[in-house]
């Protein structure tokens, strides 16, 4: 993941200075345990202001408006207390080529700071700090102590200290390219490596697309470069320097990330547009952009939440798939024992005959005896009944019905038991399904889906309720949606929830529910006006998808229900997810078919 360096910092905060100052700080609210929002209000606009101290993403960016859901972090908390309605009045770097923006409040426009909330944009060690009036420390997103860091401890009630500052020299504009060429080519050197070594204010993307944009590669060294090529260098360095002295900046998306100069969008025609040696021409300083451009917050906060998202739901999805797979091999174990016991319980009835057997023939009975052969009473076969010697006839059969009383008794108690482990093993199997469909992150949907599995699993008691918040009380994420071939919406539940949604809340009397047969499946739900009646093209579309959502995805043909919601029933007590129904239809569902849509829907089946 990519890290915002200083040219992207500086690009950020002249655009905020730009549009959002001077702004009435409204709100603050703490979105995750590593970034707030501040809402803003300025005479024409109000917007939201992401400042994260995230060790892979810190940022300081626009940001969308955060999830209605209650903020219980001490760190907003305080900043809400001392922030609230007050005046963003500046946002100044508390020293050249520092990685820190120092975001001022004042009682309102026009007077002096009273408040300083420094954002410090350093990889791992990023940071978001309040301090007051006197520059004493009030509070901070990650508090530092001594036995933590002997240079900068970061505590509340000391004085807040600027970071070290780096060593290497300065980058200018009026050095010339002689003296620029010599201090990179000192030491010979990959090119790429060379640059970031030689001077501050660096970071590796920005160097890869300065040098991809002069047509050089990265990883040349720097005795093969011609004269040609330094001075083709050189006038993107000096690009570069005029972008950050003007504050003249080009955010644009790339295959890779996003660029604020503008490299990395035409370079030597991997994306298209000019030339290697044509730099587009950079915007005026910081214009609002027309609604199909991208401003730098936009381009930083489209980049991290979608990182952010991928990773969060990579590891969530790893977590739940483990924690499902632990369960389910433990109650196929619990299972099996519960099986062994009712086959034993199987010679029970056997028991109970050889002891009417011995009770019928108790003169053929000897002392000593440890076995006796005696003719069925049915077959007339000779039928070998084991026997204790020490015991008479009358007591090995007692025995015999002690055994046959204690198995019956076992058969009793291990039945419901064994349908309660088989029944918790189906419904653990559907959540497994669930899992299973989102193989991939695509869009902000499947990781709120894969959260809502997360609560869901909560609420039934196979998860420890985590530190962060719960999400049970916010509104459902969108289904998957699709349209059949006569136009009508056909909409497929991502987890339980979901699909309780769609069979007993959304579910109209015109509307077809479907499922696939005895098989942990999605529920999904065509859509129907009243009066309308689908054609058989619909029908087999909404099968099609429902064997592609369902645990048989990889089979040839599936067995697909369909009936009237009204026939769908929750018994009650019953897990999330778990239905009965009647009166169904069936259809052959093709999950390959299914396949084809969904990679219709995402524009190709990666990660289906």
Same mark, same amino acid.
């Given at each position: 993941?990519?890290?915002?360096?200083?040219?992207?910092?500086?690009?950020?905060?002249?655009?905020?200075?730009?549009?959002?100052?001077?702004?009435?700080?409204?709100?603050?609210?703490?979105?995750?345990?590593?970034?707030?929002?501040?809402?803003?209000?300025?005479?024409?606009?109000?917007?939201?202001?992401?400042?994260?101290?995230?060790? /892979?993403?810190?940022?300081?960016?626009?940001?969308?408006?955060?999830?209605?859901?209650?903020?219980?972090?001490?760190?907003?908390?305080?900043?809400?207390?001392?922030?609230?309605?007050?005046?963003?009045?500046?946002?100044?770097?508390?020293?050249?080529?520092?990685?820190?923006?120092?975001?001022?409040?004042?009682?309102?426009?026009?007077?002096?700071?009273?408040?300083?909330?420094?954002?410090?944009?350093?990889?791992?060690?990023?940071?978001?700090?309040?301090?007051?009036?006197?520059?004493?420390?009030?509070?901070?997103?990650?508090?530092?102590?001594?036995?933590?860091?002997?240079?900068?401890?970061?505590?509340?009630?000391?004085?807040?200290?600027?970071?070290?500052?780096?060593?290497?020299?300065?980058?200018?504009?009026?050095?010339?390219?002689?003296?620029?060429?010599?201090?990179?080519?000192?030491?010979?050197?990959?090119?790429?490596?060379?640059?970031?070594?030689?001077?501050?204010?660096?970071?590796?993307?920005?160097?890869?697309?300065?040098?991809?944009?002069?047509?050089?590669?990265?990883?040349?060294?720097?005795?093969?470069?011609?004269?040609?090529?330094?001075?083709?260098?050189?006038?993107?360095?000096?690009?570069?320097?005029?972008?950050?002295?003007?504050? /003249?900046?080009?955010?644009?998306?790339?295959?890779?990330?996003?660029?604020?100069?503008?490299?990395?969008?035409?370079?030597?025609?991997?994306?298209?547009?000019?030339?290697?040696?044509?730099?587009?021409?950079?915007?005026?300083?910081?214009?609002?952009?027309?609604?199909?451009?991208?401003?730098?917050?936009?381009?930083?906060?489209?980049?991290?939440?979608?990182?952010?998202?991928?990773?969060?739901?990579?590891?969530?999805?790893?977590?739940?798939?483990?924690?499902?797979?632990?369960?389910?091999?433990?109650?196929?174990?619990?299972?099996?024992?519960?099986?062994?016991?009712?086959?034993?319980?199987?010679?029970?009835?056997?028991?109970? /005959?050889?002891?009417?057997?011995?009770?019928?023939?108790?003169?053929?009975?000897?002392?000593?005896?440890?076995?006796?052969?005696?003719?069925?009473?049915?077959?007339?076969?000779?039928?070998?009944?084991?026997?204790?010697?020490?015991?008479?006839?009358?007591?090995?059969?007692?025995?015999?019905?002690?055994?046959?009383?204690?198995?019956?008794?076992?058969?009793?108690?291990?039945?419901?038991?064994?349908?309660?482990?088989?029944?918790?093993?189906?419904?653990?199997?559907?959540?497994?399904?669930?899992?299973?469909?989102?193989?991939?992150?695509?869009?902000?949907?499947?990781?709120?889906?894969?959260?809502?599995?997360?609560?869901?699993?909560?609420?039934?008691?196979?998860?420890?309720?985590?530190?962060?918040?719960?999400?049970?009380?916010?509104?459902?994420?969108?289904?998957?949606?699709?349209?059949?071939?006569?136009?009508?919406?056909?909409?497929?539940?991502?987890?339980?929830?979901?699909?309780?949604?769609?069979?007993?809340?959304?579910?109209?009397?015109?509307?077809?529910?479907?499922?696939?047969?005895?098989?942990?499946?999605?529920?999904?739900?065509?859509?129907?006006?009243?009066?309308?009646?689908?054609?058989?093209?619909?029908? /087999?579309?909404?099968?099609?998808?429902?064997?592609?959502?369902?645990?048989?995805?990889?089979?040839?043909?599936?067995?697909?229900?369909?009936?009237?919601?009204?026939?769908?029933?929750?018994?009650?007590?019953?897990?999330?997810?778990?239905?009965?129904?009647?009166?169904?239809?069936?259809?052959?569902?093709?999950?390959?078919?299914?396949?084809?849509?969904?990679?219709?829907?995402?524009?190709?089946?990666?990660?289906?």
């Amino acid at each position: 993941m990519r890290t915002v360096d200083f040219t992207t910092l500086t690009a950020a905060c002249s655009e905020l200075r730009a549009f959002w100052l001077p702004a009435r700080l409204e709100q603050v609210y703490q979105r995750d345990r590593h970034t707030i929002a501040l809402a803003l209000r300025t005479l024409d606009r109000r917007g939201w202001l992401d400042i994260s101290w995230h060790p /892979q993403a810190a940022r300081l960016c626009t940001g969308s408006p955060p999830p209605r859901t209650p903020d219980t972090f001490t760190f907003s908390q305080q900043l809400r207390h001392q922030l609230a309605g007050l005046a963003l009045v500046a946002i100044k770097a508390i020293a050249p080529w520092e990685r820190v923006a120092d975001l001022q409040f004042a009682r309102r426009p026009g007077e002096e700071a009273i408040w300083h909330l420094y954002v410090e944009i350093m990889g791992k060690y990023s940071n978001v700090i309040l301090a007051n009036q006197d520059n004493l420390i009030v509070t901070a997103g990650h508090q530092v102590s001594d036995r933590q860091s002997r240079v900068r401890p970061i505590q509340t009630g000391q004085p807040y200290e600027v970071p070290p500052a780096l060593l290497e020299p300065i980058p200018s504009s009026s050095e010339s390219l002689d003296r620029w060429r010599e201090r990179v080519s000192l030491i010979p050197g990959h090119l790429g490596r060379q640059l970031l070594k030689s001077y501050r204010g660096l970071s590796s993307s920005l160097v890869e697309s300065m040098l991809r944009s002069a047509g050089l590669d990265p990883q040349q060294p720097t005795d093969t470069l011609s004269d040609g090529d330094w001075h083709r260098l050189f006038l993107r360095w000096l690009e570069w320097l005029e972008a950050l002295e003007k504050e /003249q900046f080009q955010p644009m998306p790339t295959e890779d990330g996003y660029t604020v100069i503008g490299w990395g969008a035409g370079v030597a025609g991997e994306l298209g547009g000019s030339g290697a040696g044509e730099m587009p021409m950079p915007h005026a300083r910081c214009p609002m952009p027309d609604a199909h451009a991208a401003t730098v917050g936009e381009l930083l906060n489209r980049y991290y939440t979608e990182r952010l998202n991928r990773q969060e739901f990579q590891q969530l999805r790893h977590m739940l798939s483990q924690k499902i797979n632990s369960l389910l091999g433990k109650l196929q174990v619990k299972a099996g024992t519960f099986q062994e016991r009712l086959q034993q319980s199987d010679q029970a009835d056997r028991h109970r /005959q050889q002891a009417d057997l011995l009770m019928a023939n108790l003169q053929a009975w000897q002392p000593g005896m440890k076995s006796i052969g005696l003719p069925d009473f049915e077959t007339g076969e000779p039928v070998v009944i084991a026997l204790e010697p020490e015991k008479n006839a009358v007591q090995n059969a007692q025995a015999l019905y002690r055994r046959h009383q204690k198995l019956k008794r076992a058969r009793a108690a291990v039945e419901p038991l064994l349908a309660e482990v088989r029944q918790e093993i189906e419904y653990l199997e559907l959540v497994e399904m669930e899992i299973g469909q989102l193989e991939g992150y695509r869009e902000p949907a499947d990781l709120k889906a894969l959260e809502e599995i997360r609560d869901e699993l909560i609420g039934q008691g196979y998860l420890e309720n985590p530190e962060y918040r719960s999400h049970t009380e916010a509104p459902a994420t969108d289904f998957y949606r699709y349209k059949t071939p006569s136009g009508f919406e056909l909409l497929v539940g991502r987890n339980n929830r979901q699909n309780d949604i769609l069979s007993f809340r959304m579910a109209g009397d015109y509307d077809l529910w479907f499922h696939t047969q005895e098989i942990a499946g999605s529920h999904v739900l065509l859509r129907l006006p009243a009066g309308a009646a689908p054609e058989k093209a619909d029908l /087999q579309f909404a099968a099609d998808l429902t064997a592609h959502y369902s645990r048989a995805r990889e089979a040839a043909q599936v067995p697909v229900v369909y009936t009237e919601p009204k026939y769908v029933y929750k018994p009650k007590g019953e897990k999330p997810g778990m239905v009965v129904y009647k009166h169904e239809r069936i259809l052959w569902g093709r999950p390959q078919e299914g396949r084809g849509y969904v990679a219709q829907r995402y524009g190709s089946d990666k990660d289906l």
